[in-house]
């Protein structure tokens, strides 16, 4: 039955492209109110699809924009699988340093010579979730899917998911399943296919640091009294050690330690150093001591300032002591810490650390904890043998940097695992002008999806 699913997916190539193209054309920016009549449009076009794929799809509502569930015949003794991703996508802009316009997708050669296509959401995440309505329509030809399946796209996973949570307890039931399945990740590299089975986490905050009560003559006031951006810096430079870790007291204390087959099955990757110093553009690379440049990415943590604001920025002079100084500042974290004790002890460490001439305010903006599912789980497993059937070739093991939170939410809320299954490339330059997602790779993704269906069947409920 797989055999015949796969040569209709082989078959529908060009059709598929148009129907993704049709897809990207919706300018779904979930962070902008002006696009709300396109969000509510986006979510209607994927019930559409899923319902021609023989669905039963629901448009809810939350909060903010609204969530798509969508449900085969669930039959008894037979796994269930919840498909996550997200219809919404970045704001396009800066729109000067697109080639093409953001919103009319185009397909042309990339930088290396490969077939791509062009819009925002491209590959995050309209792209992937495309390869999965475009497996589950080819099942329904070919038969149908030998797998209960749920499926969630939601409309809000840029600007954090942030009605995803409630939705979740409020919906348990009707979402419970055996395992969840994400495909909002990478390959490692082109023609690497990667099953990636480790997230870092994250705490994102905002400090400030306010000096006077109003901005002052720098000429009149200045040595009179501490400069709370002078202070900032101070303060931030606190932070890291000279060998690049972490100087908070307790930071790395539950830092799980790599495994001697994590450790060989990175060495093996096809990775060079000098390749990704070039790519970044940088004279030398940097992190903490003692660990490879993998390592550093995918199993340690990280503190790093994302942005500093105070004073005047505008063009010329203007010489004043700024009322005011923040920044703001993430971490990223590894299993097996804490978000809430990684947020404590970063704040015990300013306020340790703080000058009696300002005042601190420290705003956490969002948490997530880091996620992991061993190789050797059956689901992973299996995995591992659809992206063989979807690309031709084994897949790697990796983990990422990233954080994609509501695998943590899963588990959470539910008690379930995740899957993360990803077709994009490194270069595709998500969130960024020109943003694409590899021909090659929508394709072969696609007859992953629909493989990962097959094999899934196969899991003991």
């Known amino acids: 039955m797989l055999n015949t699913v796969l040569q209709q997916i082989d078959a529908n190539r060009q059709q598929s492209l148009e129907g993704l193209k049709a897809f990207l054309r919706i300018p779904s920016v979930s962070t902008k109110p002006e696009h709300q009549p396109d969000m509510e449009r986006c979510a209607q076009f994927v019930a559409d699809q899923l319902a021609a794929c023989g669905f039963a799809p629901q448009i809810l509502p939350t909060a903010g924009h609204p969530i798509v569930v969508a449900r085969n015949q669930h039959q008894p003794n037979r796994p269930t699988v919840l498909v996550y991703g997200h219809y919404d996508v970045q704001p396009p802009e800066p729109l000067d340093q ?116 109003h901005d002052l003559h720098s000429g009149l006031y200045g040595g009179t009294l501490h400069n709370p951006a002078n202070a900032l810096c101070e303060l931030l430079a606190t932070l890291h050690n000279p060998d690049g870790s972490v100087n908070i007291p307790g930071f790395y204390d539950d830092v799980r330690k790599l495994t001697d087959q994590e450790r060989k099955i990175w060495a093996s990757l096809p990775f060079n150093d000098e390749k990704h110093r070039k790519e970044m553009g940088v004279p030398h690379l940097f992190g903490e001591a003692g660990f490879s440049t993998l390592e550093r990415k995918w199993a340690r943590p990280t503190l790093d300032i994302n942005g500093l604001t105070s004073g005047y920025q505008g063009p010329g002079a203007k010489t004043i002591i700024p009322a005011k100084a923040s920044a703001k500042v993430s971490m990223r974290l590894v299993p097996d810490q804490e978000p809430k004790k990684i947020e404590a002890a970063f704040r015990r460490a300013l306020e340790s650390r703080l000058p009696k001439t300002v005042t601190l305010d420290i705003h956490v903006h969002s948490g997530a904890a880091p996620s992991i599912l061993p190789i050797d789980n059956p689901a992973t497993q299996l995995a591992a043998k ?25 588990k959470a809320a539910m008690g379930i695992d995740t899957l993360f299954v990803g077709f994009g490339l490194s270069d595709d330059r998500v969130h960024s002008p020109n943003e694409k997602f590899d021909l090659d790779a929508l394709h072969k993704g696609t007859r992953t999806a629909a493989a990962l269906y097959a094999e899934l069947a196969k899991l003991q409920v």
């Open 386 to 410: 659809a992206v063989k059937t979807g690309f031709g070739i084994d897949p790697v093991f990796m983990r990422e940097g990233g954080t994609v939170p509501v695998g943590t939410l899963f």
């Open 98 to 213: 697109w080639t093409t316009p953001a919103f009319d997708p185009s397909v042309r050669k990339d930088e290396n010579g490969f077939d791509a296509i062009y819009a925002r959401g491209a590959v995050d995440d309209k792209g992937q979730v495309w390869c999965h309505i475009e497996a589950l329509r080819a099942w329904r030809q070919g038969g149908g899917v030998p797998v209960n399946i749920t499926l969630l796209i939601e409309g809000e996973e840029e600007i954090g998911s942030v009605n995803l949570e409630q939705f979740i307890r409020d919906h348990k039931d009707e979402l419970q399943a055996d395992i969840a399945l994400v495909s909002d990740t990478n390959q490692f590299a082109r023609n690497v296919p990667a099953i990636t089975y480790g997230l870092r986490g994250l705490v994102y905050t905002e400090v400030t640091l306010t000096g006077p009560s």
